[in-house]
């Protein structure tokens, strides 16, 4: 019998044209088999895929739609300022206004510079960082994502502090050379690492609630660290907040930890679901840019008319009085909730959230670090992942990524998904 499911028959035509049928890797569905949803509209909490089936969606395009879907204030923005142009490749007053708005939020940061995604951010914050203390070493750590730039698609070499492998082909060794790979939250290794090369550092590039594999907070003491050791070694404490950025908390992960980067790197939630990114910190350090400087940093569609209505409407509203305390309390219902279920049905179960992201781990402890995440048994979270998406509920189909909660999700969406995981987990016991 010919398979007549429409997002099965999306998943063919798109495989013939793309490869792989997505235009990101994760979309496909590969760790946890089976045929991608495809989306057909979202409102609220929600996505309806081809075949008008309704989710209730933690992924929130990966974090951007901290509003729902189809905000209205948000729309009439956008639709607003498409009747004034898509776009000029001239400087308008809406940049200096979401400019102005992204600033008087992260004090760390004195200017910024409008990109149009998380990779060209980070990629371009590199740059500055190496162009600015004229150095070429970076420090990233194993499990955090900073986009896909040749530099930063690399993971840890065998043996303590040594330079990475890059985990893509296409990017030569030569190319990562001087990207050193540490372990998250191991401060022996990171002290190791400013002892051995700290005079050649330029910046260290961390994710300091990290999102990328799953959730994982550096350690308060960590985090102190990076920042001292940056300081005494005239290195570039550099934020990757393009996923923590006015999701965890209006002010960051660094309002969290109460750390004050150099250079802070954001996405996501500032385009409101637009190509909108940007990268900013100290005056001194953003003037080496061009025009000002010898950094060289461009983009055609850089501060996009209508991405910045979207992420100027956006943060409008998170920026309104207890926006995160009721965000963060949705949240924490969420996880108490599953852990609750998991606990009652005998499923070692760990859980943390912090304003609108969430992680959970089907691990008795809380991981501190990549390996650790990668203990979970993958079995377990695949029957996890199929069994929510069958009752309506849509997590990231990959045990490393982070969940995100919305404004629009109600006590109902709530309990409905705590209840479709308690089911789950009472299989999990059945065939254990
Ligand atoms: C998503 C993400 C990026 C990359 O952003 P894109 O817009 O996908 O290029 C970089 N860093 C972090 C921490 C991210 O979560």
């Not at 398979?3 to 235009?23: H, K, Q, S, W, Y």
């Not at 898509?86 to 939020?105: D, H, K, M, N």
């Not at 992260?106 to 060209?120: A, C, F, I, Q």
């Not at 004229?134 to 043996?159: M, P, Q, T």
Request: net charge negative.
């Amino acid at each position: 019998m010919p398979n007549t499911d429409p997002n099965d028959i999306l998943f063919e035509r798109a495989r013939a044209v793309i490869p792989g049928g997505v235009n990101s890797p994760v979309r496909a569905f590969r760790a946890v088999g089976g045929t991608p949803r495809f989306v057909k509209r979202a409102q609220g909490a929600y996505f309806w895929d081809a075949a008008d089936q309704r989710y209730i969606d933690y992924i929130g395009s990966w974090g951007p739609m901290i509003l729902g879907h189809g905000h209205p204030a948000v729309v009439e923005a956008v639709q607003r300022a498409v009747t004034e142009g898509f776009s000029f490749g001239a400087p308008t007053e809406r940049e200096i206004e979401l400019a102005e708005a992204i600033l008087a939020l992260v004090p760390s940061m004195e200017m910024v510079r409008l990109v149009s995604s998380g990779t060209e951010a980070a990629m371009s914050a590199l740059r500055l960082a190496r162009g600015a203390t004229g150095r070429k070493y970076i420090i990233k750590f194993e499990g955090c994502y900073h986009g896909h730039a040749d530099a930063l698609l690399v993971k840890a070499g065998s043996g303590l502090a040594t330079f990475g492998n890059p985990t893509s082909a296409g990017v030569p060794p030569e190319v990562v050379q001087h990207t050193l790979v540490l372990e998250y939250n191991n401060t022996a290794q990171l002290e190791e690492a400013f002892t051995l090369h700290g005079h050649e550092i330029a910046g260290l590039m961390i994710e300091a609630i990290a999102g990328n594999m799953n959730f994982v907070r550096a350690s308060g003491p960590f985090a102190q660290r990076c920042r001292e050791l940056c300081t005494q070694h005239g290195a570039l404490l550099v934020f990757d907040e393009v996923m923590t950025g006015f999701r965890v908390g209006l002010h960051g992960a660094q309002g969290v930890l109460g750390i004050r980067p150099d250079l802070t790197v954001l996405g996501k939630v500032i385009g409101g679901g637009m190509p909108l990114a940007a990268f900013g910190g100290p005056r001194d350090i953003m003037e080496q840019l061009a025009p000002l400087g010898p950094v060289y940093q461009a983009g055609t569609l850089s501060g996009n008319p209508v991405a910045t209505a979207c992420g100027l409407a956006t943060l409008k509203e998170v920026a309104k009085p207890g926006f995160f305390d009721a965000l963060s309390r949705k949240t924490r219902t969420l996880i108490d909730g599953l852990k609750a279920a998991a606990q009652a049905e005998g499923v070692p179960f760990s859980a943390d959230s912090e304003g609108g992201m969430f992680g959970f781990f089907l691990l008795a402890q809380l991981p501190q670090n990549y390996t650790q995440v990668m203990a979970t048994e993958s079995a377990r979270f695949n029957t996890l992942f199929h069994g929510l998406l069958a009752r309506g509920v849509y997590i990231a189909p990959a045990l490393y990524e982070a969940g995100f909660v919305s404004a629009a999700h109600s006590d109902e969406d709530l309990s409905a998904t705590i209840e479709a995981a308690r089911e789950v987990f009472k299989g999990f016991q059945r065939h254990a």
